[in-house]
T-cell receptor
Framework: DAGVIQSPRHEVTEMGQEVTLRCKPI?????LFWYRQTMMRGLELLIY????????DSGMPEDRFSAKMPNASFSTLKIQPSEPRDSAVYFC????????????????FGPGTRLTVL | AQKITQTQPGMFVQEKEAVTLDCTYD???????LFWYKQPSSGEMIFLIY??????QNATEGRYSLNFQKARKSANLVISASQLGDSAMYFC????????????FGTGTQLKVEL
């Protein structure tokens, strides 16, 4: 089975440009998470969805960031306009919440998108 | 609010030896789960082991075990018989009902296994 798929794997852009990161969760998973990892701040949750509905976006840094999940197999994280401080590795993760007989439902991470904003 | 603390920024261990990576947590929820993830230099996040707050026994998964001390709010990861491939960053994380379905991660411990 394919794991979580993220694209692009690397993105280099100039300040002010729009950036769109894409994620395909594991088929059948009903929770999707967007994280950002930097040396300074570590691994931060930006937003997560349950059954395509955003549940908690308190980690989204500011209005320049937006995320959508139009269907169960696709999500996007958009930054507009991008700034150099947005440079980070962005991870998407998915899990299957509420699986009978399974108490923990670990999150499976994608390979990440390394974003560099010049 | 939930908080995870990993006080060891870096650790060294000799091949074939055991190593303990520390993790303490803070939550007011009686029901919670603790996770350990491994992040090798290639960057992917790999799930290792889970401990539930109501689990009676410490979790084990192959060479990984979790030393869960509930009263002390600690969930240390023990890696036995270290291998060179264990060199990586290790993250402790917690999920608590008050935090929804999300994980709160610690700052990580960089483990280096030496010959």
């Amino acid at each position: 089975d394919a794991g979580v798929i993220q694209s692009p794997r690397h993105e280099v852009t100039e300040m002010g440009q729009e950036v769109t990161l894409r994620c395909k969760p594991i088929s059948g998973h009903n929770s999707l998470f967007w994280y950002r990892q930097t040396m300074m701040r570590g691994l931060e949750l930006l937003i997560y969805f349950n059954n395509n509905v955003p549940i908690d976006d308190s980690g989204m840094p500011e209005d320049r960031f937006s995320a959508k999940m139009p269907n169960a197999s696709f999500s996007t994280l958009k930054i507009q306009p991008s700034e150099p401080r947005d440079s980070a590795v962005y991870f998407c993760a998915s899990s299957l919440a509420g699986l009978a007989g399974r108490s923990y439902n670990e999150q499976f991470f994608g390979p990440g998108t390394r974003l560099t904003v010049l | 609010a939930q908080k995870i603390t990993q006080t060891q920024p870096g650790m060294f261990v000799q091949e074939k030896e055991a190593v303990t990576l520390d993790c303490t947590y803070d939550t007011s929820d009686p029901s919670y789960g603790l996770f350990w993830y491994k992040q090798p230099s290639s960057g992917e996040m790999i799930f290792l082991i889970y401990q539930g707050s109501y689990d009676q026994q410490n979790a084990t998964e192959g060479r990984y075990s979790l030393n869960f001390q509930k009263a002390r709010k600690s969930a240390n990861l023990v890696i036995s018989a270290s291998q060179l491939g264990d060199s990586a960053m290790y993250f402790c994380a917690m999920r608590a009902p008050g935090g929804g379905n999300k994980l709160t991660f610690g700052t990580g411990t960089q483990l280096k296994v030496e010959l």
